[in-house]
């Protein structure tokens, strides 16, 4: 899609040309008059004047005698008397002969030249002005300079637009979206039937899943005009601007029909209306009313399909949602595994890659990436690749975008001191080595004490096989406890605990709660719902609706969840410790080791205990 961006011209342009055009009108129109007073004197004088040759210009009259002096400044006139040498000497004076000297014109003529015509001249070009700005701009409610015009932005058909082919991992939305294009290319097959086509179609999801670009693709698809505009921008300082912006966006769309046009982030208009006591004389307000009244009101819109986008739906005013005017919602979730091999490939197509990177493999270490992410992990890795000196991307570099991604980049100026190195060990080892003793869990790839930026000394990576849509109370239960694991770790090679559990902490009390509040997993307050979810799509905060004394009793049975997984991570560690030292030690003089590493050490027979580091000798190195 080519974006189409009218022509500006400055408001000097045309004031220019219209000074310009005054300019030539009295060069070429208005009477030169010689704006010299007359003076009357006698046949004497004006032959002194002519012996002395004083003339300048002479025009002889019938029985007056017009003349100026030598450098043309005065005007003089005395009659004429009957003189057969007056035209000799006047020759010999040098003086020049001229048919007309001096001529009257109306000062009515005058005025209208000078004054009239360019008021009129700058009159017309006010007008012409005015109606070009109201033309463009909305109609004549709307003020100068734009404030009422949609800043829309038009895209017409070309041959390099974004096709479906462009949109990877989103199959439902675009199977969905299909239909659509069917309509715009050929409304008759529809019309014989009677079917009405959406007025509106709603893309909700979590921000960077591609909703922008599968409207785009729409209109590639269907090669009609797209007029794209966020929600914020109809929003102006004063009162009726933002209603004036939607006026202007219709009759573009409409005069451009068939088309789509989109809104995106149609929240910052569309929230639901709290009837306060200022009513409708609120600027959003105002707009979201102009905006419902365009989408289903009297005038019919046929042949505009609106297309817009939110990461919160449950915010949108019920006016908006209902049918007939946003009558289809559809969808734009996470990709699945298969939808993040596919949008990897399609964005390892724009870089030079090799040949042997398992896609597959690397969709799974990204699990729950959303397809902006993805598209940042390939460039991290085409980056990497670049500093590395190499001029194409491999495997590596993409597993290693994915911890820039997920952890942030490497610390190379945090230097830990041996004790903590040794406390990282164990903590991530503890994670690892719980979650490998456990079924159901999912299976350690990846293990690093590699201080990250986003204020992480270690992590601990584990990749599920599959897609994963449910969870058992069994596997959530193992996830707490592969959780406390780290701190079970240090409480147990060190006999003290340190502040590295904290995003641990926070990670076990979300889960435990929410299997409480929301999963219905406690025997005391069977199904009964105790929180809901606010904005699931950007962050999933949540609310109690209970009262106190079930607050506390909540509290009460999260904190004895924790503390029996808790104890299970240590009963596991405690008799593994074996395979728990010498794990640590390993990953101490690795730094970073892989999860193949991991179970490899972990299945083979111990040998040589006296050789694995003692809690004694770790803390002391």
């Keep these: 899609m080519n974006e189409v961006k009218p022509p500006k011209k400055p408001l000097m342009f045309y004031a220019t040309i219209a000074a310009m055009l005054i300019l030539v009108m009295n060069l070429f129109m208005l009477p030169r008059v010689r704006k010299m007073t007359v003076q009357d004197v006698d046949y004497a004088t004006f032959m002194s004047m002519t012996e002395n040759r004083q003339i300048g210009s002479v025009q002889i009259d019938g029985d007056e005698i017009l003349f100026t002096n030598a450098d043309d400044t005065r005007l003089y006139r005395t009659g004429a008397i009957e003189d057969p040498e007056l035209v000799e000497r006047l020759y010999a004076s040098g003086a020049h002969f001229s048919s007309k000297i001096y001529e009257d014109v109306s000062p009515i003529v005058t005025f209208l030249f000078s004054w009239i015509l360019p008021i009129l001249i700058f009159w017309l070009l006010g007008r012409w002005l005015s109606n070009r700005l109201m033309s463009r701009e909305g109609g004549p409610n709307s003020l100068m300079f734009g404030m009422g015009k949609s800043n829309a932005k038009i895209y017409v058909h070309s041959s390099d637009g974004i096709r479906f082919a462009d949109v990877a991992g989103e199959e439902e939305a675009k199977e969905n979206l299909t239909e659509i294009v069917n309509y715009l290319k050929n409304p008759s097959q529809y019309q014989e039937i009677g079917a009405r086509m959406p007025k509106g179609i709603l893309l909700v999801g979590p921000p960077g899943t591609g909703k922008t670009m599968l409207a785009k693709a729409v209109a590639g698809e269907a090669a009609v005009p797209f007029f794209s505009m966020s929600g914020s921008e109809f929003v102006e300082m004063?009162?009726?601007?933002?209603?004036?912006?939607?006026?202007?966006?219709?009759?573009?769309?409409?005069?451009?029909?068939?088309?789509?046009?989109?809104?995106?982030?149609?929240?910052?208009?569309?929230?639901?209306?709290?009837?306060?006591?200022?009513?409708?004389?609120?600027?959003?307000?105002?707009?979201?009313?102009?905006?419902?009244?365009?989408?289903?009101?009297?005038?019919?819109?046929?042949?505009?399909?609106?297309?817009?986008?939110?990461?919160?739906?449950?915010?949108?005013?019920?006016?908006?949602?209902?049918?007939?005017?946003?009558?289809?919602?559809?969808?734009?979730?996470?990709?699945?595994?298969?939808g993040r091999i596919d949008i990897l490939k399609v964005h390892a197509k724009k870089i030079r890659i090799s040949d042997d990177i398992d896609f597959e493999k690397v969709a799974r270490m990204a699990s729950g990436a959303s397809g902006a992410e993805l598209a940042n992990i390939v460039n991290e890795a085409a980056l990497r690749a670049v500093r590395s000196g190499r001029r194409f991307a491999n495997e590596a570099d993409m597993e290693d975008s994915i911890e820039v991604v997920i952890a942030g980049y490497q610390k190379k100026n945090a230097i830990l001191t041996d004790k903590e190195k040794w406390t990282v060990a164990y903590h991530e080892i503890g994670h690892a080595l719980v979650a490998a003793m456990q079924t159901d869990s999912a299976p350690v790839t990846k293990i690093t004490i590699i201080p990250r930026t986003s204020g992480a000394l270690g992590y601990t990576m584990q990749v599920d096989e599959g897609n994963h849509y449910l969870m058992s109370r069994e596997e959530l239960e193992n996830k707490i406890a592969t959780l406390t694991g780290g701190r079970a770790a240090e409480e147990l090679v060190f006999g003290t605990i340190t502040t590295g559990a904290s995003n641990d902490i926070e990670q076990a009390t979300r889960i435990a709660r929410s299997m409480i509040t929301r999963y219905g997993m406690s025997k005391n307050f069977d199904m009964m719902a105790l929180e809901t979810v606010n904005n699931q799509y950007l962050g999933g905060d949540t609310t109690l609706v209970c009262g106190a004394e079930t607050v506390n009793e909540v509290d009460r049975q999260v904190e004895t969840l924790i503390r029996r997984q808790h104890g299970k991570a240590t009963e596991l560690l405690t008799r593994n410790r074996a395979k728990l030292d010498e794990l640590a030690k390993h990953l101490y003089s690795r730094e970073t080791i892989t999860g193949e590493e991991f179970m490899k050490i972990l299945n083979r027979h111990e040998e040589g205990k006296s050789e694995n580091a003692s809690p004694d000798a770790a803390t002391a190195s």
Excluded: H, W, Y
């Design 238 to 338: 004063f009162v009726g601007m933002g209603a004036s912006k939607v006026r202007d966006l219709f009759r573009q769309a409409k005069e451009k029909a068939p088309c789509i046009v989109f809104i995106d982030e149609i929240d910052a208009i569309g929230k639901k209306r709290d009837g306060g006591a200022f009513g409708g004389n609120d600027e959003r307000e105002q707009t979201l009313n102009q905006l419902l009244t365009e989408m289903d009101g009297f005038e019919s819109n046929n042949g505009v399909i609106i297309l817009a986008a939110t990461n919160r739906p449950e915010s949108l005013d019920p006016a908006l949602t209902r049918p007939g005017r946003f009558d289809r919602r559809v969808p734009v979730e996470l990709p699945d595994l298969q």
